[in-house]
């Protein structure tokens, strides 16, 4: 078995959230979705189950930056 590199697992061990305006932030719901090992099935973390609260941060999230990106020479 290959062991994970330790910047790899220091990352998998902590608990992560949902990206939204830039930056890691808590889900508003409590459901978490297990990311596995496709070669051993383990578990090795878990992400935020996203709820209708957190699709709404994001869109106005995403409403808020397209300015700025409007903005870009193309």
């Known amino acids: 078995m290959v ?28 459901d978490r979705i297990p990311v596995t090992n496709p070669v051993t099935q383990s578990v090795l973390t878990s992400v935020p189950s996203g709820v209708a609260a957190d699709v709404d941060d994001a869109v106005a999230a995403a ?12």
Not at 16 to 23: K, S, W
Not at 63 to 74: C, F, N, S
């Open 3 to 30: 062991a994970l590199l330790e910047s790899v697992s220091s990352f998998v061990n902590r608990e992560h959230g949902l990206f939204i305006g830039g930056e890691f932030v808590s889900s508003h719901g409590s």
């Open 63 to 74: 409403r808020a930056a397209l300015p700025g990106w409007r903005a870009l020479p193309t």
